[in-house]
Structure formats: structure tokens, C-alpha cells
């Protein structure tokens, strides 16, 4: 038996088919049926989806609407320069102290003075390497996806930590070992937990400012924030990783307040923090060994928990105004430990001297600067975040190493940015960086 199509059918389609003549009236003809099918394809997906997420705001196909035709259009210019420099400086300043305050150690339990200088720059080369395409190609929507995607992946390797981690002698597992190369999961989730709440505060932001205080302010502005790097700082504290912790809190808290929460609220998250705090102490020998060597330093042993507190200060106090001169600091022979880590910048003080710390000092106030103008200028309120919580997070760290090492806080383990040595972290902050100039690039601009 034959099928036959309907008359009316047949018809209706010779009549299209002649429309597609192989000539340039043909062509024509079918773009536009093509367009037309584009359109309605365009409309579907909008129906389906949220008009007003900013998730959608950048689609594969956009049909152009009437709101389009303002008188600001989204521009991708040249980098901050400015900021660009301040990182290289940075970076280069950091790798000079390394060396300097590595070598004694790293000939002494490496046989090799050069050992620790080599894999800075190593890794400096490799996170230049892994940020350059970012910076080139990624639009301000990308990072909307790297968030979420880098939040994963940190809950995922934080939880391998507990399975498969590596101490490293340090008493505590924190790194995970891929061949020759060891990862730091908790640095990752730093970076995560700021584009993570960014995204969330930029795209609840109408919800956040409702006058309705648990139905939208709390769910949006609370609690979705505190479950997204509360549920990272459980994993951190599992490892026992309290500076850690330190900072992935405060960040979660800063972003959360560049990002619109009600000030009334910080008032409870402050409460709930403090006793945070005070179970970690009750629970963990460690940490209340910390805090009280911190309040009693005059009357702790020198030589048991205090020595390198105490150390470090008489590297800071020799050092003077000028310093020792570079290399020739008497404190790496020994007395501060692993002088390339933490406490790193007692070394920069000793050898050059008060002019040496105030540089540094100086250099992280022109990141943060430079950095709050690009944030203030980004495209839209997520990368802005996204600018501001990053910067911040650069700001938390030196303030709260140069705190520990002149015994203003408690001895947390807290890195110096682009300073001390690590892998992962220098790695990160390298990337971090690069996120930053990549949303330089963009801004809007009058047609």
C-alpha cells in the first residue's frame, strides 16, 4: 500500500521548493527561513530556561532584543598594565627572598642551595603558562562555570585527602601525591569558595535586598553562603588544617559582605564563629597550645613552643632600618625553621631591614589599590565580587602572616602571598591574578 501525502500538503510544499531556486533570489529565501528557525529556537530555549538568570546571559545564539540598543555596549579592551606590573614585582621580589632564605636549609637537608629557588620558579612557570590562555580568551560568563566546576573538583579532592592524603612529616594530611607532583586541595577551595558565593549573591541579588527577612535576605544571603563554605571548612578541619579554616571563614564572610548581606546579620555569624572557635580550641591540644603561647610568650620555654616566635622577632629586631644586607641574615643558620615558609618575611626584615618591610608592605598596597579599581570598574556585579573577594583574600593572608610572625595573633601557619614556598598555592595565587586581569579587559563603554 502507498502513502500518499494530502494535496494540500504536496502543494504547500512545491510552493516552498520554488522558493529555493539555485540562483541568488533562492539563497536569500532560505537564510531567512533559516533565520526565522533560528528565532524560534531562541524563544523555545528562553521559555524553558530563566530569562533573568544571570547564567543565560551570554547564550550560543541571542536574539537581538530592544534593550540591546542602550547607550552602553560590553567592550573587551587591553589588561590593567598597572596591575600587571605590581604582580610581576611581586613575584620577582618574592623569588629573590626565597633563594635567600632557602639556601642554608635547602644545602643542609638537600645538598643542594639551590633546591627550593628551582622549584619556586618552576612553579612560577607553570602557573604563568596554565593563566595565560585564561587571560587571553575566557569572557567574564566563563567564570561563572569555572566556579561551580572548581568548587566540585575541591570537595572532591578535599575528600580524597582523607582517603589517600600525604602528611609529609608535618603531622598533618593535607596533600595529595600525583607522581612527582603533590596537590594542596584546600588551596583550590579557597579560590572556589569565593567565585561560588560570588555567583550566588550576583544572581539572587533581588532576593538578597527584599525586605522579607527569612524568606528572601537569610536563605539567600545567609544561608546559602554559609552552607557553600561551611560545608568546606568541615572538610578543612578534618584534616586539621587551622589556618585553613582561618581563611576560607573570613573569606566566606567578606564576600558574602561585599556582596550585599544585611549588616545585621554579621552580628549572629560573628557569634557563631566565636564559638566556632572556642570548640576547635577545646577539642584540639594543638590550637590551645597556640593561643596560650601566644598570651604568655614571656613565660613559655624558649626552647619548646615559643622558639620560633621568639626567633623570628630577633630576626626582626636585628634587622634595623637597612637591614643585614641581602644574604646575610645570621637567623636561617637554624634558629627560624624552614625560614622559606611562614616565616619568611622575619628573613626579608633582618636582611633588609625596616626599608626591606615596608616595600613589601607597600607593594601589597598597590595590589589591593589597583586591584579595587578593576573591581569597581567590572561589567557586572558577579565579576566585581569575583574582583573585590580575590583581592581580599591576598589582603587577609599578608595581613595575618605579618601578624603571626611579630606575635600580634596566635601562630597560625599562614603563608605569605608570592613569598613563601609552596607549590600549590603559589600556583594558585598566580591564577588567582590571572582571573583578575582577565576581567580588566572588560567594561562598558558609551556606543
Known sequence: MKFKLPRMDKDRIKKQLKRYTPNKD?????????????????????????????????????????????????????????????????????????????????????????YYIKRHILYLVLGTALTFPFVWKARPWFWRFFGVASYALSVVLL???????????????????????????????????????????????????????????FVYGVLYPMIVFGFICVLVMLEHHLSGIIIIGLMGLVTMYIGGTDKKWFFYLFALGATAVV????????????????????NVDPLGSAWQTLQGLNAIGSGGIFGRGLGNSQQKYGYVSQPQNDFIFTIVCEELGFIGALAVILLFGCLIWRGFRIASKAPDKFTSIVVYGLICKVALQAILNIAVVTNTAPNTGIALPFFSSGGTSLILQIFEMGIILSISRYSYQKR
Open 26 to 114: 533562492g539563497a536569500k529565501n532560505l537564510g531567512e527561513d533559516v533565520g526565522h528557525g533560528l528565532d524560534s529556537l531562541s524563544d523555545f530555549v528562553d521559555r524553558k530556561t530563566e530569562r533573568n538568570d544571570p547564567i543565560y546571559s551570554e547564550p550560543v545564539y541571542k536574539k537581538p532584543k530592544p534593550e540591546d540598543t542602550s547607550d552602553l555596549v560590553l567592550t573587551c579592551g587591553h589588561i590593567d598594565y598597572g596591575f600587571l606590573f605590581v604582580v610581576v614585582v611581586l613575584c620577582l621580589f618574592g623569588a629573590l627572598m626565597a633563594y635567600s632564605a632557602s639556601s642554608v636549609y635547602a644545602a643542609q637537608y638537600h645538598d643542594d642551595s639551590a
Open 159 to 217: 575528600l580524597l585527602v582523607l582517603i589517600i592524603g600525604s602528611s609529609y612529616g608535618s603531622g598533618a594530611t593535607r596533600w595529595i601525591q600525583l607522581g612527582p607532583i603533590s596537590i594542596q586541595p584546600s588551596e583550590i577551595a579557597k579560590m572556589a569558595v569565593v567565585l561560588c558565593i560570588a555567583l550566588i549573591m550576583s544572581k539572587y541579588e533581588k532576593q538578597i535586598a527584599a525586605r522579607q527577612r527569612f524568606g528572601g535576605q
Open 279 to 298: 570548640f576547635v580550641l577545646l577539642v584540639s591540644d594543638y590550637a590551645m597550645l597556640r593561643v596560650t603561647t601566644w598570651i604568655n610568650i614571656e
